[in-house]
């Protein structure tokens, strides 16, 4: 099993940053892809950013590409989501996730860290 745990996020402007933190502990080992997804009040969760943990291959959504890097740190099992340019409609929780190489893991789930946008 890995434990995922996030941190970081918090109340901002619009055009503000804000910097989230994901910590894995546990069966690392086996983690190929780590990234972010967010739920909106009302809406279904909806991915983000994702990186390869052994070749650093990003993807994001379109929604957030240009204003959203994932940097990670191999030796700490920590991914980050640095958030550029915010806009209102990026509040949400944002979750942490892993996964395989073919696909992400349902029942690793971080806790989620709210992100509240203010216009």
């Known amino acids: 099993q890995v434990q995922l745990v996030e941190s970081g996020g918090g109340l901002v402007q619009a055009g503000g940053s804000l910097r989230l933190s994901c910590a894995a502990s546990g069966r690392t080992f086996s983690i190929y892809r780590m990234g972010w997804f967010r739920q909106a009040p009302g809406k279904e969760r909806e991915f983000v950013a994702r990186?390869?943990?052994?070749?650093?291959?990003?993807y994001y959504s379109d929604s957030v590409k240009g204003r959203f890097t994932i940097p990670k740190d191999n030796a700490k099992n920590t991914v980050y989501l640095q958030m550029n340019s915010l806009k209102s409609e990026d509040t949400g929780v944002y979750f942490c996730?892993?996964?395989?190489?073919?696909?992400?893991?349902?029942?690793?789930w971080g806790q989620g860290t709210q992100v509240t946008v203010s216009s």
């Open positions: 990186i390869n943990r052994a070749d650093s291959t990003t």
């Open positions: 996730a892993i996964g395989s190489r073919n696909r992400w893991n349902r029942d690793s």
